[in-house]
């Protein structure tokens, strides 16, 4: 027994299993958001105050928020703030899923916060914008920024003019309390929502999964009835895989109008655009089995355990946004993962109402056109058997 070689290497073995299911959790378990890019807005015209500078609280503001991520600077930094020259840059911005949040200052917010001293108050109101659909954990923590800036700011603004108050001994209206309780106020809007049931924030994700499956078992299906095919010539064999591959579009628009059919009336995912949603799916599966295709028509089986742990590091990363991974998984992971095309392209089906466009399925059109050329050239491939030769008459 110890003289097999297999048995004395089961410890290594065993360890290094351990060490790759260990490497596709931690990006899921050591969250560390890095840069979040937040849009700012400052339409804040200022103020005059006889005998003083011109009063700019949104400047203010815009200053504050720049000083709380000065202190942990270039990649340590959580929020990258991105100044907006308008609110119409901004919506822009969110619907090309440039930020995970953004805030707007309107043009009368030192005017109303000077009033706050005055007997007939008005407080300033600030509009907060949560980009939902870019990825539900990264733009609920950046909502929860902007959320925890302003209501510090809130909180020393209400000190500041209830020692005011208390100094001049002034007694203080109705309004004046109702204000100083909300110096500040916060209207949140979601945008590109993923809809009351949370579940569908990872619908695309969550698709991910049963369709790279398929796309696996189809590859090797396809390898497995063919390998032992005698062919007589090369065209002959050229001729086969083109048929494959004519086979795959069946089985991709059966899987991509499939998949749509299960997701929505069986699983409960709500897809707004169901044809356009089908045809991506179909689209996305040719894609993914004509690269998994063409690595196995050179590799073989031993293939399977890739396209494996594929699986098992692309489903915790894609349901990240790349500012909360670590360098490694962003940079050398991440960007190398040929299904968070898919995932990028379903988020703009589902919650930005892009429609199908040639953006959207570009990448997985080369990928198949590549891994088409690919298969097509493994008729060049060499034959272990004998090559079976036609015997004429």
Same mark, same amino acid.
């Given at each position: ?7 004395? =290497? ?72 991105? #100044? ?6 901004? #919506? ?68 500041? =003019? ?15 309390? #109702? ?56 065209? #002959? ?73 594929? =699986? ?43 429609? =199908? ?37």
């Amino acid at each position: 027994m110890f003289n097999n070689k297999l048995f004395l =290497l089961t410890p290594i073995i065993s360890l290094l299993v351990v060490f790759i299911f260990c490497l596709a959790l931690f990006p899921s378990v050591q969250i560390k958001p890095k840069n979040l890019p937040i849009a700012v807005v400052n339409e804040d015209l200022g103020v005059e105050i006889p005998n003083q500078p011109k009063m700019n609280m949104g400047q203010t503001i815009v200053d504050t928020m720049q000083k709380s991520s000065s202190s942990t600077t270039g990649e340590d930094s959580i929020v990258k703030w991105v #100044e907006v020259e308008s609110a119409g840059e901004v #919506e822009k911005g969110l619907n090309d899923q440039k930020y995970y949040a953004a805030i707007v200052i309107p043009q009368d917010f030192s005017e109303k916060q000077a009033s706050l001293s005055s007997p007939s108050p008005t407080s300033p109101e600030v509009q907060i914008y949560i980009n939902q659909g870019m990825n539900a954990s990264a733009s609920t923590m950046a909502g929860q920024v902007l959320n925890g800036l302003i209501d510090n700011m809130s909180n020393n603004i209400r000190t500041q =003019l209830l020692e005011g108050f208390k100094k001049q001994g002034v007694t203080l209206t109705v309004d004046q309390a #109702e204000s100083i309780a909300t110096p500040i106020i916060k209207k949140v809007t979601n945008v590109n929502e993923i809809g009351t049931n949370s579940a569908n924030g990872n619908s695309p994700v969550t698709l991910f999964q049963p369709l790279w499956m398929a796309c696996v078992v189809c590859a090797l299906l396809f390898y497995n009835a063919t390998k032992n095919l005698t062919y007589y010539s090369r065209m #002959e064999k050229v001729t086969s895989k083109l048929s494959q591959i004519g086979m795959g579009v069946v089985v991709s628009l059966v899987i991509g109008f499939g998949l749509t059919w299960l997701a929505e009336y069986m699983v409960g995912l709500h897809i707004p655009q169901f044809a356009e949603t089908a045809i991506f799916l179909s689209i996305t599966f040719f894609s993914f089995f004509l690269m998994i295709y063409a690595v196995v028509s050179w590799v073989g089986f031993l293939a399977l355990p890739v396209f494996g742990l594929l =699986l098992f590091f692309g489903a915790p990363l894609l349901a990240l946004a790349p500012e909360m991974m670590s360098p490694f998984y962003q940079n050398w992971v991440y960007d190398w993962l040929p299904m968070r095309f898919m995932v990028s392209g379903l988020r703009e089906l589902f919650f930005f109402g892009k429609g =199908l466009n040639w953006s959207s399925v570009a990448t997985l059109t080369w990928i198949g056109l590549v891994s088409a050329v690919v298969i097509l050239a493994s008729v060049l491939k060499p034959q272990r058997d004998k090559v079976a030769v036609r015997i004429e008459a």
